[in-house]
């Protein structure tokens, strides 16, 4: 997609998608043995690292301590210091026995990630803004490390192609690879899931998706700062680092759209969205609202909203339609119809499930692979946005056609930021109708 608006040609454009044959699957990836050890230098004891120790980096360095006693948070990564700082204090406070990290081990910059990953970590977890997804995972992979990696896997299709390829390689190096699309842990969804797909409500007719809450995570901009300083702190607003809410948010929805469905792409999407409300600077050049109709080859349709504005009423929920009842998730799942039925098992953490199991595979030498789902979702995301940017019903095949990357010849602090503020100091953003797939 091109033209943010009429004055700048800045990197505005969206996603695209990626290859039809999405190889690999999800936790139930075989028995075969790992080829290298799981623990450090074949102790009892599982090294990790965390790159990127905001909020979300900092809680999955808890979820995988809580895994077992056996595993140790030993070195952080981030692009500046004062994050490492603060959330190391918080998790040697909440883990005191388990986070190991020294001064020596505290990583920063633009090269931090590569630093840790050579640091002697068994297992490395990754919660960077999302435009460092891929090239932060191919190298862990390339390393021997066992990878958390968190959503998306990629805001265009270059990346995607590489996330992808690095989980194939995980594959035959029989490293463990997880996804932070962590609903797939979620033991009421899990079990709702199940019944959805053994017949519980039917044929599934149609999906309703959405994920409507207020803004995110903003950053004032701050005296001394420069542009792209700015940016990388407000990341979550900018597309070129984030990918917007539709890879930020409804990719959870949609993930599990996609799930009920056997994870097979649609054959087409369409949509509409527009930045209403959410103007300033620090909202960047993000859209806050979207409408995503997606098109599946046997008829079924799957509907999302997303939005993100002060004021008016917020809803987390997913509705599957059958022709013999529906499923209502996420939270209490239940399914309503000719076979009714509602959760009442207990309900841990999803973020701690999902661990436990990433740890114990590693433990036991069972490769463990998220590689198909986790790519198909974020695609979802990726073409969602794409169409909502141009106002275009496109087909996943010319979404694959794709050649945008946002990937930036080199990094630095010298280096000017793809996006820059107008006159008023706010961000040009796409414009359906006017912005082009490209």
Known sequence: MAPRHDLERTS???RQ??????LSGAAACGALSMARGAHAAGSDVIQVGLIGCGGRGTGAAGNAMNAGKDVRLVAMADLFAEPIKIHRALLKKSHPAQTLVD??????GFDAYRKLIQSGVDVVLIAVPPHFHPPFLKTAIEAGKHTFCEKPHGIDVPGMKMSMAAAEEAKK????LLSGLCWRFDPGVREAMKRVRDGAIGEIIAIQEKYLTTPYGLRKRQPGWSELEFQFRDWYHFNWLSGDQTAQQLIHSTDKASWA??????????GMGGRQVCLGPEYGDQFDHHAVVF??????HVFGYCRDMLGCCNETSDVIFGTQGRAVLPSRPRIEGRKPWRYEG???????VEHKEFFDAIRSGKPFNCGDYMHTSSMLAILAQMVCYTGQRISWEDALKSQLSFALPRYAWDVEPPVKPGA???????MPGITKLR
């Open 346 to 352: 207990p309900k841990p953490s999803m973020y701690d």
């Open 12 to 14: 505005s454009s969206r």
């Open 261 to 270: 469905l056997g994870d097979v792409p649609p054959q087409a999407a369409w």
């Open 424 to 430: 008023h100091g706010r961000y040009a953003t796409a």
């Open 103 to 108: 001064d020596d081990h505290c990583f920063v």
């Open 17 to 22: 998608f990626l290859q039809k044959s999405l």
């Open 173 to 176: 190096k029989k490293l463990c």
């Open 295 to 300: 098109e599946y080859a046997n008829g079924v």
